[in-house]
Nanobody, 124 residues
Framework: QVQLVESGGGLVQAGGSLRLSCAASGRTFSAYVMGWFRQTPGKERDFVAGISRSGGVTNYANSVKGRFTVSRDNAKNTVYLQMNSLKPEDTAVYYC?????????????????WGQGTQVTVSS
């Protein structure tokens, strides 16, 4: 079992930045690929970014490439999502997720553990 707790969401103006954190507890953090997803009301949970177990490989949705950066600190059992140049369309609840695998899945279905989510609101 892995417990995930996100933090760092909030209200920001367009063009601004936020850094989300996801703290993990439970089993060995470095055994898990970590993903960030986001969801707006009435829509599916969409992939934003993922990072390999070591942190050496990352993957991003096209909509956030060049603006968002995912990273992890296995010593601190934490994964981060640095979000720059935010746009109103980035407004969503952001979730971190974990799966014990070597593959960075981009589909929410494959992730086994989820945090409670943190709201990000970008005003125009």
């Amino acid at each position: 079992q892995v417990q995930l707790v996100e933090s760092g969401g909030g209200l920001v103006q367009a063009g601004g930045s936020l850094r989300l954190s996801c703290a993990a507890s439970g089993r060995t953090f470095s055994a898990y690929v970590m993903g960030w997803f986001r969801q707006t009301p009435g829509k599916e949970r969409d992939f934003v970014a993922g990072i390999s177990r070591s942190g050496g490989v990352t993957n991003y949705a096209n909509s956030v490439k060049g603006r968002f950066t995912v990273s992890r600190d296995n010593a601190k059992n934490t994964v981060y999502l640095q979000m720059n140049s935010l746009k109103p369309e980035d407004t969503a609840v952001y979730y971190c997720a974990a799966v014990e695998t070597s593959v960075i899945y981009t589909t929410a279905l494959y992730y086994d553990y989820w945090g409670q989510g943190t709201q990000v609101t970008v005003s125009s």
